[in-house]
C-alpha cells in the first residue's frame, strides 16, 4: 500500500512554455501533498505544501505565480511550471502524507524536468 | 525556520563496520524525525523514523537515537553492507513543515 505515482517521468521543453507534473496517491487519499526541488548531488527543498481544496502554502523564495500548485482531489496534485527557463531545469519530487494524524510521507519516483 | 545539520557529508566505512550519521535541529516545535535512503535518480525511502516522546528506536541493524535536549538525533547502521551505499538524509518534521538535512553520501567498501 501507499503508492504514489508521478507522470511524466522526464519531460524536456523549451524556454517559454509551461509544464504539467502530476502526482496521485494510487491508494489513499491524500489531505495533504508537498512539493520538492532537488538539484544534483543536494539535498529535498520544500517548495511548496498543498492541502486538498484549498490554496498552497509556499515556501520562502518559491514564486508562487511560476509554480502553480492545485490540489483539486485527495489523490491528485498538479505542479505547473510557466515559462519554464533554463535554470528550473531540476529533479522535481512530490510526496503524500497519510492518513489524518500521521506524520510519514511517502514519495513519488521524481520528475526530471531539462528546459532548453 | 527550522535549520537542520547532517555530518558528515561522505563517509566511508569497511563492509561489516558501522557507520553513524548526525543531524541537530532548531525548532522545538518538529516531533517527527525521519531518515531516508535515496538512490541515484530514485525517490527517497524511509527507513526508520521516531516521534519527540521515544529516546531510541531499532530495527534490525538499523537504530535511531533522538536528544529532544539537545535537538540533535543520529542514524546507526550496524554491519554495514555493500547495497546500503547511498545518499542518506535526515529530516526534521512538524505537521505542516518539513526540513530535509543536507544528505550523507554512504560508501561500504567490500
Known amino acids: 500500500g501507499a503508492v504514489v505515482s508521478q507522470h511524466p517521468s522526464r519531460v524536456i521543453c523549451k524556454s517559454g512554455t509551461s509544464v504539467k507534473i502530476e502526482c496521485r496517491s494510487l491508494d489513499f487519499q491524500a489531505t495533504t501533498m508537498f512539493w520538492y526541488r532537488q538539484f544534483p548531488k543536494q539535498s529535498l527543498m520544500l517548495m511548496a505544501t498543498s492541502n486538498e481544496g484549498s490554496k498552497a502554502t509556499y515556501e520562502q523564495g518559491v514564486e508562487k505565480d511560476k509554480f502553480l500548485i492545485n490540489h483539486a482531489s485527495l489523490t491528485l496534485s498538479t505542479l505547473t511550471v510557466t515559462s519554464a527557463h533554463p535554470e528550473d531545469s531540476s529533479f522535481y519530487i512530490c510526496?503524500?502524507?497519510?492518513?489524518?494524524?500521521?506524520?510519514?510521507?511517502?514519495f513519488g519516483p521524481g520528475t526530471r524536468l531539462t528546459v532548453t | 525556520g527550522e535549520n537542520v545539520e547532517q555530518h558528515p557529508s561522505t563517509l566511508s566505512v569497511q563492509e561489516g563496520d558501522s557507520a553513524v550519521i548526525k543531524c541537530t535541529y532548531s525548532d522545538s516545535a518538529s516531533n517527527y524525525f525521519p531518515w531516508y535512503k535515496q538512490e541515484l535518480g530514485k525517490r527517497p525511502q524511509l527507513i526508520i523514523d521516531?516521534?519527540?516522546?521515544?529516546g531510541e528506536k531499532k530495527d534490525q541493524r538499523i537504530a535511531v537515537t533522538l536528544n529532544k535536549t539537545a535537538k540533535h538525533f543520529s542514524l546507526h547502521i550496524t554491519e554495514t553492507q555493500p547495497e546500503d551505499s547511498a545518499v542518506y538524509f535526515c529530516a526534521a518534521m512538524g505537521y505542516q513543515k518539513v526540513t530535509f538535512g543536507t544528505g550523507t553520501k554512504l560508501q561500504v567498501i567490500p
Open positions: 521516531i516521534r519527540s516522546n521515544v
Open positions: 510526496s503524500a502524507r497519510g492518513p489524518l494524524g500521521s506524520y510519514e510521507q511517502y
